[in-house]
């Protein structure tokens, strides 16, 4: 175990922001950069684009929706680093506006990764966490703009200091059910499936970072949650208004923030400012 080297990974690495990420990182991280991304082959050809470039970053296979795959990750960087340093949990999906995939399908779907996934990885990997190490979560103004379209009560229950990890867990899990049996209006839903799961990587980051404070407070680990912006990319098409590079700067940002830096912590930051909640 070679804990002194020194270990960054980005999830869902092998394109888009992702990619973008595993860039900047090669260029501004001292230690070594693990690409992961579900297809072996799609994340071992992303390698070799950014070899072709003079990077060296690593490859890991991982797929956020199986826990057996989160975990031989986890085993392999307890084995060959001690830990972890940098977390950027940005795998996710989103189903595009004309999808004729039913509604209920799609919020399954899209909660499966995008929430409950990167809550896997995160209730996996955080413990592997090293003092002054940073967790990124990519997240969305989707899920921000989900919240206010939100009925009053779930904005409360979703904006409540003392809501839990188990509180969240249901809340999603009612959303999905809730269209299922074609109710989700009527309870107070909004019909953005990618907004509500986004909103819950927000929120999931508001409480994990709340945890890590009272739990480790003296490990200075900062986690936070982050909106790239509407970027040009498989996801967003080329409605999107950024590149892909212009994505990557606030999640880099939040990754690289300095050794003795106490915030932002728990926040949702965009173009390297924290949003109001």
Known sequence: MSSCRRVALVTGGNKGIGFAIVRDLCRQFSGDVLLTARSEARGRAAVQKLQAEGLSPLFHQLDIDDLQSIRD???????????????????GIAFK?????????????????????TRDVCTELLPLIKPQGRVVNIS???????????SEDLQEKFRCDTLTEGDL??????????????????EGWPNSAYGVSKLGVTVLSRILARRLDEKRKADQILLNACCPGWVKTD??????????EEGAET??????????????QGQLVRDKVVQSW
């Open 73 to 91: 990750l986890r085993d392999f960087l307890r084995k060959e680093y001690g830990g972890l340093d940098v977390l950027v949990n940005n795998a």
């Open 97 to 117: 506006t004309a999808d004729p995939t039913p509604f209920h399908i799609q919020a399954e779907l899209t909660m499966k990764t995008n929430f409950f996934g």
């Open 140 to 150: 969305s103004l989707q899920g921000s703009k989900a919240l206010e379209n939100c």
């Open 169 to 186: 867990v249901d809340l999603m899990k009612k959303f999905v059910e809730d269209t299922r049996n074609e109710v989700h209006e009527r």
């Open 235 to 244: 996801m967003a098409g080329d409605q999107g208004s950024r590149t892909v």
């Open 251 to 264: 999640p880099v940002y939040l990754a690289l923030l300095p050794p003795d830096a106490t915030e932002p």
